[in-house]
């Protein structure tokens, strides 16, 4: 069972820095750091700052790994100068921080039990027991890293994830402190600093600039989002944050999803991921009708069969029918005979739903979503009974971080070998016509 607790995730911080005493030199001080949130609250406790993770633009400064830069996101170069925390900068993140100042009372929060389901660390902040009412933070672990879209052209909002979750959350905890909206919203945005809290150093900054803070007091409350609560999350609020231009060719649904007759990059690599990994459950494979939508649906998009069809094949061989639909000329053959799909008001979102039915946390799973790289189990049993002579081969190169290409391309060249070594009917034996697989 997932544990908020045992939670890694990456954070920013400047351990030069201590409560709110600005720090001169974070150009070269400031670096990301992989903790859980008990370890999180050790930062703060010692006066340090956090905020998300940033891209540290070159390698060479604190916090940079040649090992995880292609993976974890916060390391990623980016043009954006040397001014390493701002908006622009900023990564992916599992935590939402949301600051009190005097709109309610800490021990609501610490008592309600609908707010600590979903929280995860209470801190007092520098100002606590200085102004007048509480002040404190709260921080909402999360069980999947939150994207950015800095390079997208569809949303209003590249930090739209972190918005929407942030929303919610709001929510939960105004309703709790009796209040309509909190008087500091600043956490709603990206690259925000919050600071740490450690008496044994001034405040720093402000009226109270040469007094000392009180003892910061931590709470854990045990809560978090985990990583289903997170997707049903944005599945329901992606809509409302891409553009105008891009809504009015919203014109087809499938079920509690929407999505335009447009398919972009990331999309693809998505439907690729899912059928070529496993995930969907045998059945859809098994089941011909299906199969058949499932088959419809990538024609829609892919009409002569240049970005799905692979994928379609590797994706077939989990029918558990023997002798059906694991020749590589009979599929060939049904996919030109497939309708072109431009009747069918399935989109490629009914693919993702199909892969929620059958494994509830594969976005969690799908490096395109922010996810490990972690192969599922489904995968582990579907690769092993299939190519055993390479699985465990296979198996070694996921346990590196770094191992995606090479995992996908050893899947791919096996399947390939698996498929060419197949008998298939000859020419005069195989039917005009495709009625059944």
């Known amino acids: 069972m997932w544990n908020p607790n045992t939670q890694k995730f990456w954070v920013a911080t400047n351990r030069q820095a201590f409560n709110k005493q600005p720090s001169t030199t974070e150009y070269k001080d400031i670096e990301n750091i992989y903790i859980n949130v008990l370890e999180l609250g050790e930062l703060v406790k010692q006066g340090h700052p956090h905020c998300d993770p940033i891209g540290l633009n070159q390698s060479g400064r604190p916090g940079w790994t040649e090992e995880m830069s292609a993976i974890s996101g916060p390391f990623l170069q980016r043009p954006y100068g040397d001014s390493p925390r701002c908006k622009g900068n900023s990564y992916l993140t599992n935590i939402v921080v949301m600051e009190v100042d005097g709109d309610g009372a800490l021990q609501d929060v610490l008592n309600n039990e ?31 890293r939150l994207e950015t879209f800095h390079d997208s052209t ?55 600039a040469d007094e000392y803070p009180e003892p910061c007091q931590v709470h854990f409350t045990g809560g978090g989002l985990d990583a289903l609560q997170v997707n049903q999350l944005l599945d329901a609020a992606e809509f409302s944050y891409v553009k105008s231009s891009v809504t009015n060719q919203y014109d087809y649904q499938h079920q509690n999803y929407s999505d335009s007759d447009e398919l972009s ?26 199969w058949f939508t499932i088959g419809r649906v990538l024609k829609k998009y892919d009409p002569n069969g240049e970005i799905f069809f692979e ?26 005979q497939l309708p072109s799909g431009e009747d069918t008001e399935a989109t490629f979102n009914c ?43 296979l198996l070694s190169a996921m346990e ?38």
């Open 265 to 290: 990059s990331r999309d693809a690599n998505i439907i690729n991921w899912i059928l070529t990994n496993g995930v969907l459950d045998n059945s859809y494979a098994t089941d011909r009708n299906k």
């Open 311 to 336: 994928a379609f094949v590797i994706f077939s061989q989990q029918c558990t029918e023997e002798g059906k639909r694991d020749g590589r000329e009979e599929l060939e053959m049904f996919w030109e």
């Open 114 to 144: 609908e707010l600590r389901k979903i929280l995860t660390l209470v801190y007092t902040s520098c100002s606590h027991g200085k102004k007048d009412g509480d002040r404190f933070r709260l921080v909402f672990v999360l069980g999947r």
């Open 400 to 437: 590196d971080r770094n191992a995606l290409s090479e995992y996908e391309s050893i899947l791919r060249a096996n399947f390939e070998s698996r498929i060419a070594n197949i008998n298939v009917s000859t020419a005069e034996n195989t039917p005009a016509v495709v009625t059944d697989f």
């Open 154 to 208: 569809e949303y209003t909002n590249p930090h739209w994830q972190l918005e929407a979750i942030w929303d919610y959350c709001h929510s939960v905890l105004v309703k709790a402190l009796g209040c309509e909206k909190l008087s500091d919203t600043s956490g709603r945005e990206a690259a925000r600093q919050f600071f740490g809290c450690n008496s044994n150093y001034k405040i720093g900054l402000g009226p109270l």
């Open 351 to 393: 693919i993702k739903s199909y892969a929620t039915s059958s494994n509830e946390e594969w976005r969690n799973q799908c490096p395109y979503y922010g996810g490990t790289t972690t192969m599922t189990k489904a995968t582990k049993d579907f690769v092993s009974g299939s190519i055993s002579t390479t699985s465990a081969r």
